[in-house]
């Protein structure tokens, strides 16, 4: 099953190569077809998925590079089922919201499905080679997609993105070997299951290098202050559709690659540097959200958001507890909603007054009340109202941060850079929303059709989730809770010195 929640759109990707160009209804299709199946194997999933159980569930297993132990391996468990669902259900969003591209269609749609197949890879994998596999193939669609289909400095932002992420994903492989090694020199066994390793006790000092260069991988992906340099750039120049999938589920993967190798591979590297990354954490989520209040491009104003937004769940991640991590992995859900919605909403607005410049836009509401309506829910959502999804997340982080023992007395400090980047959230989310749609009506907003049927229904299925985990989020936390407490109570078996009785835990 899992497999083919990855495969189905991967096979479709490859598939359209032999579709015509002009064949659109065809491409559609193809597009939906396969996206919509994924989604829904995600919610079968979702179904049958065992909640009170720590372990991981549906594994599947097929010896993929026998000679060196390498096996395509997928499995899920609590940290990783919200991830699949979330992703699953924003690649049908993101290929409907793709109709609207006029040239390219079927290169699009097909690039599309292979960036969905690749994340939805990294959260499934645990074989430490596969999963840097998926990784590296989540890379080259968005390369294509913002190379090709972008706006602007499209060129520099891919440049820029790609050698980023390069440089992050070769120490993430060193790392990688180098654990295998460490493995064996403990065991006399060649293993990439994450399962096993993850059992293996690390001495401290190859713990902090490792750590360091797994940690920068996933660092640049999410991205942490300061390595954020590439997200403006790449999301201003980004094609919406493909943005949809970039900062909803593979920012997330950053996220995911905390939980599934930092911390339960090096827990004394993490007491550490927990402090220190905190500090970087806590200054992106203010920083991110200073400079947000001096956008006037409203997709620059989401990218930068986006980095303060993200800064939350990684400073909840590193308080090491589960109140901590459980609302990290709420917001991870909540991020992925609320960025998309508002990046669908930017393209709305674009497509009808031909710009996103907050300068040249007011009064929209008159002409558009039924956008002027769900924006208003997602902006509210967007800056953490207390019965909308957004709260329920920065509150559950901000109570894990505040009770951490990892963060060396400066939790304090940290809640209140996390207060102060909520109160400019508000700021320029009241900013984004009131500049363009109330005010006084000008020329350009004449004429102005509201968002069609179709389009609402895009933005419907995200308004219902931000009521929906802002007022009953449990049923969210309770699949998650096993495998949090599970990662956070995890004993090392596997010693260095194989003849010794298993007593460092």
């Known amino acids: 099953m899992l497999s083919l929640i990855i495969f189905i759109p991967f096979i479709a990707a490859l598939g359209l190569i032999w579709v015509s160009k002009e064949n659109q209804a065809a491409i559609k299709m193809v597009g939906v077809g396969a996206a919509g199946a994924s989604f829904a194997l995600s919610l079968w999933l979702l ?35 919200w991830m699949v669902v979330l992703t699953a259900f924003l690649g049908v969003i993101a290929i409907l919201f793709s109709f609207s591209q006029k040239e390219g269609l079927r290169n699009f749609v097909a690039l599309m499905l292979a960036l969905e197949a690749g994340t939805l890879g990294v959260f499934l994998a645990l074989d430490t080679i596969l999963f840097y596999v998926f990784w590296e193939l989540m890379l080259v669609p968005t390369y294509f997609l913002i190379g090709i289909w972008g706006e602007g400095r499209r060129v520099y932002a891919t440049m820029k993105f790609v050698i980023f992420t390069l440089v992050g994903s070769l120490l993430m492989l060193v790392a990688i070997l180098s654990l295998t090694m460490v493995h064996y020199g403990a065991t006399h066994d060649v293993t990439f299951d994450l399962r096993v390793l993850t059992l293996t006790h690390i001495d401290p000092a190859t713990q902090m290098w490792m750590f360091l260069f797994f940690f920068v991988a996933f660092a640049i992906k999410i991205p942490v202050f300061p390595l954020h340099s590439w997200l403006p750039h790449a999301y201003v120049a980004c094609p919406i559709p493909a943005l949809i999938l970039l900062t909803g589920a593979m920012s997330k993967t950053g996220a995911y690659g905390f939980l599934r190798f930092c911390l339960p591979l090096f827990p004394e590297a993490v007491e550490s540097f927990a402090a220190v990354i905190g500090l970087l954490a806590a200054t992106g989520m203010v920083y991110g959200a200073w400079i947000a209040v001096a956008q006037r491009d409203l997709k620059a104003l989401v990218a930068y958001s986006s980095i303060s937004h993200l800064g939350f769940i990684v400073i909840g991640i ?29 393209g709305f607005i674009e497509m009808r007054a031909g710009t996103r410049n907050l300068n040249e836009l007011s009064g929209l509401s008159k002409a558009m009340p039924v956008l002027y309506g769900t924006f208003m829910l997602i902006m509210l959502a967007a800056l953490g109202l207390p019965g909308l999804n957004g709260f329920v997340g920065e509150f559950l982080i901000l109570m894990g ?8 007395g400066l939790s304090g400090v940290f809640v209140l850079m996390g207060g102060l980047s909520i109160v400019l959230a508000s700021i320029y989310m009241l900013y984004m929303f009131q500049g363009s749609m109330q005010g006084k009506p000008d020329q350009n907003s004449e004429g102005m059709t509201d968002i069609g049927r179709c389009e ?12 929906l985990i802002g007022l009953y989020p449990k049923p969210f936390i309770d699949r998650v809770s096993p495998s949090v407490n599970s990662l956070l109570h995890l004993e090392k078996t596997v010693n260095l010195h194989a003849g010794e009785e298993s007593d460092h835990h």
């Open 47 to 81: 179904y049958s998925f065992d909640a009170a159980n720590p372990e991981m569930q549906f594994v599947q297993m097929f010896h993929w590079v026998p000679a060196l132990h390498i096996n395509y391996l997928v499995g899920v468990d609590g940290i990783s089922i």
């Open 318 to 346: 590193f308080a090491h507890n589960g109140t901590g991590i459980e609302g990290s992995l709420l917001q991870m859900i909540n991020h992925g909603i609320i960025a998309s919605a508002l990046f669908l909403i930017v």
């Open 456 to 467: 609402f229904k895009l933005l419907v299925p995200a308004c219902l989730l931000i009521l």
């Open 401 to 408: 941060v505040w009770t951490s023992s990892m963060f060396a």
